[in-house]
């Protein structure tokens, strides 16, 4: 009986849990683990666009790292990473990409294997292009693919094409185009109108927006920035200087304000009255403007008229006729009997080819006839030494080691000046201490394995041995 009851008990206690059992057919529903969002193709993916971007984002501030120690091998490594997983890094700026150039860059200086240096280039303008993809606006791809092309590989492109390149991050950008694009652009619209590949309408187009660009430069910059553009002020309007030789290209605006200064420094000189005035002329300035006028009283002043070839030379120098004037000089130095007479006639065509045509090949060759017509005079040379001076821009690109050494052999002429006429040595000092600043450092002439002194050969249209000399 008592067994009975304990069996009892138990079967009450079974029924009493199993209602407080849930069924197994009432489960508590459970919310899916949802798809991780489909990655972003193409080159344009950030560190938003990963499931998982931790590891992506350790690794680019590792690289970074490396690389401002210049550990390339460990950044390299770390950035193909970060490359494959987000090139866009956060989306706001291209530094993997640029890195990425950085990188290839190194690599094409570090090889001589023509085939691994042409696959590197390949690989750095590939980059380009992803910037241009991720970061569209503006005018800084175009900006960077003209300048390497320009500077780094200039077999890669011709000359027009890198002049589009140019071109189109000028109009994407207007007055605040990048600091490095004038100066290369600046030389190639020079060169391709000269050849005819572009033109006049083109040409004074955008050597009006160079100059414009170069202006809200030079008021804007800030810094470092302000150096910059400093040397491009030292070349690019020079570079456009060879524009003058264009009739019509610059208005009397434009000559007066480049040329009537000098007359004001030296009203009394018929050399300097003359060729200002044939400046002016050449630019279309009526001779009714009051600075014409001042000009004209000026000559009959101080200039004396001369006969025969000579006058019709003068004449012909005033209307800004330069192939006339050279002809009519030509005559009157054949003619002369007076050495002194025929050395002026000889360095008048010398500074026509010089100051009015640009053509310094020309200017030199009649500056070392007036030399030979008339002995002991340094005026030729101080000529030809600021030919050579300013034939930076032409050179080279305005500053550095092409555009600098073309100060020596302006020196050697300057101090031939004073050898052969004392009296030009205030004049020849002048020039001397002007560019002396502008010669390569020390350094730079160390670099390449070079020694103060020693004999080197100035190329371009100069073709001239000198010595080597520091700047002070």
Same mark, same amino acid.
């Given at each position: 009986?008592?067994?009975?009851?304990?069996?009892?008990?138990?079967?009450?206690?079974?029924?009493?849990?199993?209602?407080?059992?849930?069924?197994?057919?009432?489960? #508590?529903?459970?919310?899916?683990?949802?798809?991780?969002?489909?990655?972003?193709?193409?080159?344009?993916?950030?560190?938003?666009?990963?499931?998982?971007?931790?590891?992506?984002?350790?690794?680019?501030?590792?690289?970074?790292?490396? +690389?401002?120690?210049?550990?390339?091998?460990?950044?390299?490594?770390?950035?193909?990473?970060?490359?494959?997983?987000?090139?866009?890094?956060?989306?706001?700026? %291209?530094?993997?990409?640029?890195?990425?150039?950085?990188?290839?860059?190194?690599?094409?200086?570090?090889?001589?294997?023509?085939?691994?240096?042409?696959?590197?280039?390949?690989?750095?303008?590939?980059?380009?292009?992803?910037?241009?993809?991720?970061?569209?606006?503006?005018?800084?791809?175009?900006?960077?693919?003209?300048?390497?092309?320009?500077?780094?590989?200039?077999?890669?492109?011709?000359?027009?094409?890198?002049?589009?390149?140019?071109?189109?991050?000028?109009?994407?950008?207007?007055?605040?185009?990048?600091?490095?694009?004038?100066?290369?652009?600046?030389?190639?619209?020079?060169?391709?109108?000269?050849?005819?590949?572009?033109?006049?309408?083109?040409?004074?187009?955008?050597?009006?927006?160079?100059?414009?660009?170069?202006?809200?430069?030079?008021?804007?910059?800030?810094?470092?920035?302000? !150096?910059?553009?400093?040397?491009?002020?030292?070349?690019?309007?020079?570079?456009?200087?060879?524009?003058?030789? #264009?009739?019509?290209?610059?208005?009397?605006?434009?000559?007066?304000?480049?040329?009537?200064?000098?007359?004001?420094?030296?009203?009394?000189?018929?050399?300097?009255?003359?060729?200002?005035?044939?400046?002016?002329?050449?630019? @279309?300035?009526?001779?009714?403007?009051?600075?014409?006028?001042?000009?004209?009283?000026? @000559?009959?002043?101080?200039?004396?008229?001369?006969?025969?070839?000579? !006058? +019709?030379?003068?004449?012909?120098?005033?209307?800004?006729?330069?192939?006339?004037?050279?002809?009519?000089?030509?005559?009157?130095?054949?003619?002369?009997?007076?050495?002194?007479?025929?050395?002026?006639?000889?360095?008048?065509?010398?500074?026509?080819?010089?100051?009015?045509?640009?053509?310094?090949?020309?200017?030199?060759?009649?500056?070392?006839?007036?030399?030979?017509?008339?002995?002991?005079?340094?005026?030729?040379?101080?000529?030809?030494?600021?030919?050579?001076?300013?034939?930076?821009?032409?050179?080279?690109?305005?500053?550095?080691?092409?555009?600098?050494? #073309?100060?020596?052999?302006?020196?050697?002429?300057?101090?031939?000046?004073?050898?052969?006429?004392?009296?030009?040595?205030?004049?020849? %000092?002048?020039?001397?201490?002007?560019?002396?600043?502008?010669?390569?450092?020390?350094?730079?002439?160390?670099?390449?394995?070079?020694? #103060?002194?020693?004999?080197?050969?100035?190329?371009?249209?100069?073709?001239?041995?000198?010595?080597?000399?520091?700047? %002070?």
């Amino acid at each position: 009986m008592k067994h009975w009851l304990k069996l009892g008990a138990l079967f009450a206690l079974l029924l009493l849990l199993g209602a407080c059992t849930p069924k197994t057919t009432e489960q #508590v529903a459970v919310a899916p683990t949802p798809p991780p969002p489909p990655k972003k193709e193409g080159p344009c993916r950030t560190f938003k666009d990963l499931t998982y971007p931790e590891e992506a984002l350790r690794n680019f501030v590792l690289y970074r790292d490396f +690389l401002k120690v210049e550990d390339w091998t460990q950044a390299f490594d770390l950035w193909k990473k970060v490359y494959a997983d987000a090139p866009a890094a956060d989306g706001q700026r %291209n530094t993997v990409f640029a890195d990425g150039i950085r990188f290839y860059e190194r690599f094409i200086s570090l090889t001589q294997d023509s085939v691994l240096i042409h696959s590197y280039v390949d690989t750095i303008f590939t980059f380009y292009d992803e910037i241009e993809q991720c970061y569209p606006e503006g005018g800084y791809v175009p900006a960077r693919k003209g300048f390497d092309l320009y500077y780094s590989y200039p077999g890669r492109a011709s000359r027009k094409e890198i002049y589009a390149f140019f071109k189109e991050a000028v109009d994407r950008d207007g007055i605040k185009a990048n600091d490095f694009v004038i100066n290369p652009f600046a030389s190639l619209l020079v060169e391709l109108y000269f050849d005819k590949q572009i033109s006049l309408d083109e040409a004074r187009k955008y050597q009006q927006k160079i100059r414009e660009i170069l202006a809200n430069g030079l008021a804007t910059c800030e810094g470092k920035a302000c !150096e910059r553009w400093r040397i491009v002020e030292s070349y690019t309007p020079a570079r456009l200087e060879a524009f003058e030789t #264009v009739k019509g290209f610059y208005d009397c605006a434009y000559y007066t304000g480049k040329y009537y200064q000098d007359f004001l420094e030296d009203s009394t000189n018929c050399d300097v009255i003359r060729e200002v005035y044939s400046r002016l002329k050449w630019g @279309g300035c009526p001779e009714s403007e009051p600075l014409m006028a001042r000009l004209i009283e000026a @000559g009959n002043r101080y200039c004396v008229k001369e006969a025969g070839p000579a !006058e +019709l030379a003068y004449n012909c120098l005033r209307e800004a006729d330069y192939d006339c004037a050279i002809e009519g000089f030509e005559k009157a130095a054949e003619q002369s009997t007076d050495a002194a007479k025929k050395g002026q006639y000889l360095l008048l065509i010398a500074k026509i080819y010089y100051a009015s045509l640009k053509n310094f090949t020309q200017a030199r060759k009649y500056a070392l006839r007036a030399a030979g017509a008339k002995s002991n005079w340094g005026e030729p040379f101080i000529l030809i030494g600021r030919m050579y001076a300013s034939s930076g821009p032409i050179c080279g690109p305005g500053r550095g080691w092409d555009s600098q050494i #073309v100060v020596w052999p302006a020196i050697d002429m300057w101090v031939r000046a004073k050898s052969v006429d004392p009296s030009s040595a205030a004049e020849a %000092n002048k020039w001397i201490s002007r560019y002396s600043q502008y010669m390569p450092s020390v350094e730079d002439i160390f670099q390449r394995n070079l020694k #103060v002194g020693d004999r080197f050969y100035v190329g371009c249209w100069i073709q001239e041995y000198t010595a080597i000399r520091p700047a %002070n």
